[in-house]
């Protein structure tokens, strides 16, 4: 019984697990903040939550904070590999192997990324 409640688990979690990546943020009041052109909003723990990204963002993963129309900041944040894209077929490591590094803060008003 037990193994069916543990791979039901892992077949309902994989798909969540594997088709986003996760990373803590420290924005100004007042500004939003756009990842890779898609506008995201940190829960109130900082967190952020979005779909992984291209090998275009190995270099780094491009932000920009904006307030109203205008833009406040942009540069670019570090990326990790996603093992996960290695074992999570279609073609993964080929689409989406890179990700926000959940290990780090983002610190945006200060400008580090520790």
């Given at each position: 019984m037990w193994i069916r409640v543990l791979t039901l688990t892992v077949l309902v979690t994989a798909p969540l697990i594997a088709c986003t990546t996760q990373g803590t943020?420290?924005?100004p009041e007042g500004t939003q903040l756009e990842i890779y052109q898609r506008p995201v909003t940190p829960e109130p723990n900082g967190l952020v939550t979005t779909r992984p990204f291209f090998w275009t963002a190995a270099g780094g993963i491009e932000y920009r904070l904006?307030?109203?129309n205008e833009v406040v900041q942009q540069g670019r944040l570090?990326?990790?590999f996603r093992v996960v894209s290695l074992f999570w077929p279609p073609f993964a490591e080929t689409y989406w192997p890179m990700g926000l590094n959940p290990n780090i803060t983002y610190d945006?008003?200060?400008g580090t990324q520790e």
């Open positions: 943020f420290v924005i904006l307030r109203g570090r990326a990790r945006l008003v200060k």
